[in-house]
């Protein structure tokens, strides 16, 4: 039976990392509410599903943020004073988090999510975009978005380019900048994130074999190795595909998949 659901798990990874690298929108958007359901056909404890579909999610973006990572500092699009300046608070926001995720029962967690994600797919759908209108805050007032940004991460598990992005752009960072410099934002957040999850699932009693705190990584490793080979091939068809017609689609993809998600919690 495990390996049908690894069979799953590395679909799953295919998807995710192809409809990632299609939309520039990390993977977790997709994976949690999909993870939560797999994991309640499973028979994992009801009361750590969303516990865990977080952790897992957080620690499949990590490999996925790597690859962006070089790939858009090898295209010289990755503002490092800008990454040095949100990393702090991001760091901190998003490891800090977990711990209040770890204390909530799946319903408000499930709630959350729905909303926020609800929230990105009508950003996507109407397609605004912040007017440039100001500079780079100082130390001090990147470390506080990073915060920000950090903390709401950590309760939706994805890697912040729905907030990095029009945040920098409406300080007058390039749009292709502004990308990059989210890619390696990314990469503390999923860092951060997984050592949170990781810590405070650590011990937990009732969560599945193959575990470590609220990461299954039969899940992660599945997922990661899928999603690195489909992301690129996403990638590459968002220059030739029509973009912002299957945002929409993607945006209402979004909301189903959310929808579900707070079913399997409430129902």
């Not at 192809?18 to 994976?31: E, S």
């Amino acid at each position: 039976m495990l390996d049908l659901w690894l069979l799953a798990y590395v679909l799953l990874g295919v998807v995710t990392g192809f409809l990632a690298g299609l939309f520039g929108i990390g993977g977790g958007a997709v994976m949690v509410p999909v993870l939560t359901v797999m994991f309640a056909a499973q028979g994992f404890a009801p009361d750590y599903i969303v516990h865990l579909a977080l952790g897992t999610s957080m620690a499949t973006i990590i490999p996925t943020s790597l690859a962006s990572l070089h790939a858009h500092h090898n295209h010289g699009a990755v503002l490092w004073p800008a990454v040095r300046g949100l990393a702090p608070g991001i760091l901190l926001g998003t490891f800090a988090t977990t711990f209040l995720a770890a204390i909530l029962s799946p319903r408000p967690l499930a709630i959350f999510f729905c909303l926020f994600m609800s929230y990105v797919a009508a950003q996507m759908i109407l397609n605004r975009k912040p007017s440039p209108s100001r500079q780079l805050p100082g130390a001090i007032g990147l470390a506080a978005v990073g915060g920000c940004i950090g903390s709401i991460s950590a309760l939706v598990a994805i890697g912040g380019g729905t907030m990095t992005v029009p945040f920098l752009t409406w300080c007058n960072v390039r749009l292709q900048t502004a990308i990059g410099t989210s890619a390696a934002v990314g990469l503390p957040i999923a860092l951060a994130g997984a050592l949170g999850y990781l810590i405070n699932g650590w011990g937990t009693a009732g969560l599945p074999i193959y575990t470590l705190g609220f990461i299954y990584w039969p899940a992660v490793l599945a997922m990661a190795a899928a999603s690195l080979f489909s992301a690129p091939l996403g990638a590459k068809l968002a220059h030739t595909l029509p973009v912002a017609t299957l945002k929409k689609l993607f945006a209402a993809l979004i909301i189903a998949l959310a929808v579900q998600m707070l079913r399997t919690v409430i129902v």
